[in-house]
DNA sequence: CTCCAAAATTGGACTAGACAATTTCGGATG
DNA sequence: CATCCGAAATTGTCTAGTCCAATTTTGGAG
């Protein structure tokens, strides 16, 4: 490993106007308990000596961070902290259920589709071959917490979507009618924005950012199950793993 | 679990108008290859009939997401597609090595601060304590990767500095001076925004879109050892991980 | 042809303002 | 006292523009 004093002493990083803004919002912020009201805009404006557009930046990117909320024609307000939601544990529900909350899912949509490029690589079929594409939406508590939309080949699982309108689990669907179970995923997390679609069901707003989880799994024999992206809100939640060395 | 089929019919979500530049944006890029130039924003201002401000941020938003590079005084262009980063593979360089690539680190500031609650907590040193702060950048092929900030407590590890600028591994020097191995930890993954100097560092602007990794590290006897955070752009890394039920 | 300085082009930052959508609150009314 | 309604307050969206900074292009001097 190579190792070196850095010599980034040339010119300090200079400071956007907004994001001097940013700093006292901060700075009001940080003493303040969830559900404070901060300033409104025009006042910061006055105060600050700037434009609403660059007041409004600085919010903007709070409101990303999960520090401020803000409601049209109310105000804005100091936010909750982030939710920490544990990763690869065993099931959605028993996760919520192990910290004592209510899990459930609405099934928003749930149909057939021709395979793109993409969808076909990983679930290994051609492409414009039909897939089923299940939409769902997870709750903790009554509150939307991610938008779910998985892929699988419809060749492989015919009749998936109408045994699932009548509320089973989709992995129960899997192993009892199918016999397939998936053994192994490959995830990845990445960020985006959320779409005007994302943003309604997520009660967001669109652009917002979200952390988006994708898992790729495969059954004993390595062969694709099942393709899905789940959208959280990135200014509510925080994923956690636990890690050991042995 | 409840399933319900959701009656989300009531009106669908209303589009901004900068999500329709958005959307023919992404139409452009879908099938042009990296490093192509797309229209410029006063150009697609008059051919969308919009002001450039709403442009401005259907391009941004695409920025943030990795889709495209602006670069001031030339253009802006479709970007290369994100990296996928392996998370919990042993150490950085090992994961770098092992895709061919060289790795780095650069040692930008080393030196000792008193405790904020949330370190003193974290680390279980009395608030005020002393404690080091290490920050170093990672890099791969000399590319910037993350920016990590590290505290340790001061009164365990004494003289760590000097033996870190003369540069050893950290985890290395733990071993080898202290007699400390971590062995288990905790990870949290968020999303967050880049500040001036993050954003300096890792060659991006101020607010960009970063993914945040924080590890909280233990030794053998459950006592706290490190905590640390890397700070990634979220518009060129994506985060891997490999996953067997067993 | 080469080189250099000026001009043109392009993105970056910020301002001022108009109007819409929503919430809040107080006054009129029953 | 309760209810309804409208004005005021507040955030949401979008426009039109100015000025600046960085880069690229152009054209003239040599």
Avoid at 41 to 60: D, K, Y
Avoid at 115 to 131: G, H, K, Q
Avoid at 137 to 159: C, I, K, N, W, Y
Wanted: glycine share 8%; charged share 25%; aromatic share 6%.
């Amino acid at each position: 490993m190579v190792v070196a004093l850095a010599d980034r002493s040339g010119r300090e990083p200079r400071e956007p106007k907004y994001y001097v803004v940013k700093r006292h919002l901060l700075d009001i912020i940080g003493t303040l308990p969830p559900g404070t009201l901060v300033p409104t805009e025009r006042l910061l404006m006055v105060q600050l000596g700037t434009s609403r557009t660059t007041v409004r930046q600085a919010l903007g990117e709070l409101v990303g961070e999960g520090r401020l909320v803000r409601r049209q024609g109310s105000g804005t307000y100091v936010a909750e902290p982030k939710v920490h939601w544990p990763l690869r544990m065993t099931s959605f529900t028993e996760q919520a259920h192990a910290t004592g909350h209510a899990a459930s899912t609405e099934l928003i949509d749930a149909g057939r589709e021709k395979a793109t490029d993409e969808i076909a690589a990983r679930l290994d079929v051609r492409v414009d071959a039909l897939v089923h594409r299940i939409e769902r939406l997870r709750l903790v508590d009554d509150v939307p917490m991610a938008v779910e939309t998985s892929h699988l080949s419809a060749q492989r699982f015919p009749g998936l979507a109408k045994l699932l309108r009548r509320g089973d689990s989709l992995y129960r669907v899997l192993r009892e009618e199918y016999g397939v179970v998936p053994v192994t995923a490959e995830e990845t997390i990445e960020t985006a924005s959320a779409s005007p679609r994302e943003a309604e069901l997520l009660g967001t707003e669109t652009g917002a950012p979200m952390l988006v989880l994708s898992r790729h799994s495969f059954a004993a024999d390595g062969s694709p199950v099942e393709w899905v992206q789940s959208w959280y809100r990135g200014d509510r939640y925080r994923f956690v793993t636990r890690l050991t060395t042995d």
